[in-house]
């Protein structure tokens, strides 16, 4: 293997995709770089109508396409509830972690959590919920606040996508809480749910 080829599999690992470039998607793109990864960003209308929103992120962001934004190590999906099983279709899913930052507004989840029904739509992935309790606006701001770190909850099955999202989410300077497996946190976490909405600031203990 060249030095090149290990950079490009290095850069690879820590890649950031993000699959939606709207309000979510950018502050999303906020977080993976002030975590110091470098981010794929894509939408339905392809990367070259992204380019206002890759200069206006700056360096370590590129526009990619949805496939592309996919094939990252973690990948967010960041587009309206309704717009996801179109976003999704047709990709393949190795083990990549997904992160689930939508909600499902006004939708009939017939029992089910949103999340189980987004894993469903990724068969092959490690779903994480994360990242939709905050308004857009909040969770692209600098976390440090009032001497404290802003909450960021997560939830999910696969104790190593956990980890993966919780050292993302950490590095970006997140207070992060596991609120449990992806049926119990994630029906926390949901809209209507006791966390949905809630901004809150973890404060270190005093030692």
């Given amino acids: 293997m060249t030095t090149n080829d290990l950079e490009s599999a290095q850069d690879a690992s820590t890649m950031i995709g993000i699959i939606g470039a ?8 906020r977080t993976a770089l002030r975590a110091a990864r470098k981010v794929v960003i894509s939408n339905s209308r392809g990367p070259e109508s992204l380019a206002p929103v890759v200069a206006a992120l700056g360096a370590g962001v590129s526009a990619g396409t949805v496939r592309e934004a996919a094939a990252a190590s973690i990948v967010a999906i960041a587009v309206p509830w309704s717009s996801v099983p179109t976003a999704v279709s047709g990709l393949q899913w ?11 507004w006004d939708a009939e989840l017939g029992g ?5 029904l987004v894993a469903d739509l990724v068969p092959g992935a490690r779903l994480v919920k994360a990242a939709n309790t ?14 404290g ?9 696969d104790a190593a996508a956990k980890a993966s999202v919780v050292e993302l989410f950490d590095a970006a300077g997140f207070f992060v809480i596991d609120v449990g497996d992806l049926v119990t946190g994630g029906r ?14 973890g404060l270190a203990p005093v030692r």
């Fill in 112 to 116: 089910r959590t949103s999340s189980e």
């Fill in 149 to 157: 770190r802003r909450v960021i909850f997560l939830s999910g099955d």
């Fill in 22 to 29: 709207g309000n979510l998607g950018q502050a999303l793109a």
């Fill in 134 to 147: 905050l308004w857009a606006e909040v969770l692209g701001a600098d976390p440090h606040e009032a001497g």
């Fill in 188 to 201: 926390m976490q949901q809209q209507g749910g006791p966390l949905s909405g809630q901004n809150l600031v």
């Fill in 94 to 104: 190795h083990g990549q972690t997904v992160i689930d930052a939508t909600n499902a």
